[in-house]
């Protein structure tokens, strides 16, 4: 496992734009992990929101975001981000990353039992 720490949530009205950013501590190995992004609103199961192989070539969207988030990885810097545009009060949740190193598959990193390692999240709210 992997330890993760997101950064970057807070308030922001809707149409606004934020950067999430996932830290991991791994070490050599970051470059070795698929890394994921989910969602939990209040009163709601955790949903998929992204994800991204090691080499950052393959990502994966949920259709709720599509076309306004962007996932991107930095391995230099152990780092995975998140781009959150156009916001809607919708998108108000606490944000997680996550990482494993199963390899990529279309369909695996859309389920949040595919990852190991979580962090504690980081909340984002959209106000109307």
């Known amino acids: 496992q992997v330890q993760l720490v997101e950064s970057g949530g807070g308030l922001v009205q809707a149409g606004g734009s934020l950067r999430l950013s996932c830290a991991a501590a791994?070490?050599?190995?970051?470059?070795?992990?698929?890394m994921g992004w989910f969602r939990q609103a209040p009163g709601k199961e955790r949903e998929f929101v992204a994800a991204?192989?090691?080499?950052?070539?393959?990502?994966s969207y949920a259709d709720s975001v599509k076309g306004r988030v962007t996932i991107s990885r930095d391995n230099a810097k152990n780092t995975v981000y998140l781009q959150l545009n156009s916001l809607k009060p919708e998108d108000t949740a606490v944000y997680y990353c996550?990482?494993?190193?199963?390899?990529?598959?279309?369909?695996?990193?859309?389920?949040?039992?595919?990852?190991?390692?979580w962090g504690q999240g980081t909340q984002v709210t959209v106000s109307s």
């Open positions: 996550a990482a494993d190193l199963s390899g990529w598959s279309d369909d695996g990193p859309k389920r949040d039992n595919f990852f190991s390692s």
């Open positions: 791994s070490g050599r190995t970051f470059s070795r992990y698929t």
């Open positions: 991204i192989s090691w080499s950052g070539i393959r990502k």
